[in-house]
């Protein structure tokens, strides 16, 4: 008897986990049969969800294109220091030494009178007036300093430095801080922001929509089911075991559109980065966005898929809690 | 098995639908009641399966004390009976089978024991062979039996049938009643409403008659009068 007490918990226990299984199993079940019974009812939904979800796709590829361009750009800003031609090397080697000294400098270096004109002739390979004049007269290009920074938006720590007197006084020309691209991608950087702002607010509201239009979709199936929903309750099927089923179909209509948004996008990425030629768009740089797209596409694919979950679940869940009257 | 004390339902403002009616039935009875439509018979049988509240009184089913019962044990308590409706509510979609396996799968048995006992179930209802078949191939009297084998599935202690020949012709009702004594026989207790003279006088068990919300009889071995 008293062994017989000891051993019962236990197998009430198992019995008890073994039932929570079975009854998840069948409300996955009965979610993915209800899910091909209301294919039709579902269709709206799983569109409207595909295009919230390319929209998100969208901004983030975007969103990733823009950095790299902006990256791009900025890595090539760089301030020259054009030297007199009688600086010392002892004075140019004082001049890179302090010039490293300061925070945001990267590297700096040397390009001598013969390299620049090495340099300029390469350049202007094509302009043979200028290769002839050139060859006929002296060198006239200044040794300089290239000064590479480590953040192209705080310059004034080298020009603090390069505009004292004594520093100014081994310049041959004003220091050069490639100053039009630095207004270039200031604006590069405010459309990306105004961009980005956008895409949040239109992501925004294409979830609100897809939400309300999986919601009526689901309550639609439980108006149409409602005789069905009545003999559950009857029979005595949990609230979780009724709602369950609604809320597995609503996730399916995520996954699929999550599949169909990628496939459209992936077929996009794919004929554009192949007509288009590289910056075709000047900012957009579409191959990049082809790359980044293929490069990442796990993490996308689990993203969408996740965002469609999260977008039916909730939902559903929503409407499911709004109709179902479970007394 | 069955004990009411005291119970009265009030909708609304309206006449009480039942009034300070007080039942007791004893495990293994076969109680008939008999009651116009209006009477108060399609009350009871929601308050037995807790669809409804009732206004006041005491409510105690197969042990279970209604006054405290919480929300999430009604699913439970709706498991441990039986219950048959005269528009028989069977799922359309679904052949006999799983309409009785249905039942089973809500309260979580495993796939393996719904094979094994459903066609036991279905041979005692008499409707062995017809598995396959859907609701709207069976005639009234089949769909009738494919709910209360539905309903007996679980093995209930308590089996109510509301009005289950009510939508039925004289000899399909029969095949109904006569399932229905044989489950009595095999121990549980049933609760049947009619009106059809006929069965309650043949049956001859307890009658207990049902009037604007009020027993104004109850007898061990009784008549259909009204």
């Given at each position: 008897m008293r062994l017989k007490k000891s051993a019962q918990p236990q197998a009430n226990v198992k019995m008890k986990s073994d039932h929570k299984f079975i009854t998840l199993e069948r409300i996955f079940k009965n979610g993915f049969v209800n899910f091909g019974r209301n294919i039709w009812l579902a269709i709206a939904a799983i569109a409207m969800m595909g295009i919230t979800l390319t929209i998100l796709l969208f901004a983030v590829v975007a969103n990733a294109t823009f950095s790299h361009t902006i990256a791009d750009i900025t890595s090539h800003i760089d301030v020259s220091v054009y030297l007199k031609d009688d600086v010392s090397e002892e004075q140019r080697a004082n001049l890179i030494g302090n010039l490293k000294g300061?925070?945001?400098?990267?590297a700096v270096a040397y390009i001598s009178k013969e390299q620049a004109l090495k340099n300029y002739r390469a350049q202007n390979i094509n302009n043979k007036e200028l290769q002839a004049a050139i060859s006929e007269t002296d060198n006239p290009l200044p040794a300089s300093l290239v000064v590479s920074p480590?953040?192209?938006?705080?310059l004034e720590t080298i020009k603090e430095y390069l505009d004292k007197p004594e520093i100014t006084?081994?310049?041959?020309d004003p220091t050069s801080y490639s100053g039009d691209r630095k207004a270039a991608i200031d604006k590069i950087a405010k459309a990306t922001d105004f961009f980005r702002q956008a895409g949040i607010v239109g992501i925004i509201i294409f979830i609100v929509i897809s939400m309300l239009i999986i919601f009526n979709t689901i309550r639609m199936t439980i108006f149409n089911r409602r005789d069905e929903l009545v003999i559950m309750r009857l029979l005595g099927a949990t609230p979780g075991y009724i709602r369950g089923p609604f809320i597995v179909e609503t996730m399916l209509y995520g996954v699929v559109a999550a599949a169909i948004s990628l496939a459209i996008c992936g077929a996009l990425f794919a004929v554009a980065s192949s007509t288009l030629q590289a910056s075709a768009l000047g900012l957009l740089d579409i191959k990049y966005s082809g790359e980044y797209f293929k490069n990442n596409l796990w993490l996308i694919l689990t993203t969408q898929m996740l965002a469609g979950i999260i977008i039916g679940a909730a939902s559903s869940a929503f409407a499911a809690r709004r109709y179902l009257k479970l007394k | 098995m069955i004990l009411l004390d005291r119970v009265t339902k009030t909708y609304g403002?309206?006449?009480?639908?039942?009034?300070?009616v007080s039942l007791h039935v004893e495990p293994k009875e076969f109680v008939i009641i008999v009651g116009?439509?209006?009477?108060?018979k399609s009350t009871l049988f929601k308050l037995l399966t807790r669809e409804e509240k009732p206004t006041s009184g005491k409510i105690i089913v197969g042990g279970m004390d209604y006054d405290k019962l919480r929300d999430k044990d009604i699913p439970l308590l709706r498991r441990k009976i039986g219950v048959v409706f005269q528009d028989f509510k069977l799922l359309p979609a679904r052949n006999v089978y799983e309409n009785v396996a249905f039942a089973l799968e809500i309260a979580g048995l495993p796939t393996t024991e719904i094979k094994h006992t459903v066609p036991k179930v279905l041979d005692v209802v008499g409707?062995?062979?017809?598995?396959?078949?859907?609701?709207?191939?069976?005639?009234g009297g089949e769909r009738q039996r494919v709910a209360i084998a539905r309903a007996i599935v679980r093995q209930p202690k308590i089996l109510i049938a509301d009005e289950p020949t009510g939508n039925l012709d004289l000899k399909h009702a029969w095949d109904v009643i006569k399932v229905l004594e044989k489950i009595n026989q095999f121990g549980t207790t049933v609760l049947l409403t009619t009106h059809n003279q006929e069965i309650v006088n043949y049956l001859k068990r307890r009658v207990v008659t049902i009037k604007d919300g009020k027993i104004i009889s109850d007898r061990a071995v009784g008549k259909y009068k009204l």
């Open positions: 300061i925070e945001n400098v990267q480590k953040d192209p938006n705080k006084a081994l310049q041959s | 403002r309206n006449e009480p639908a039942l009034e300070r116009q439509s209006g009477a108060g409707l062995k062979g017809k598995e396959k078949n859907y609701p709207r191939e069976l005639s």
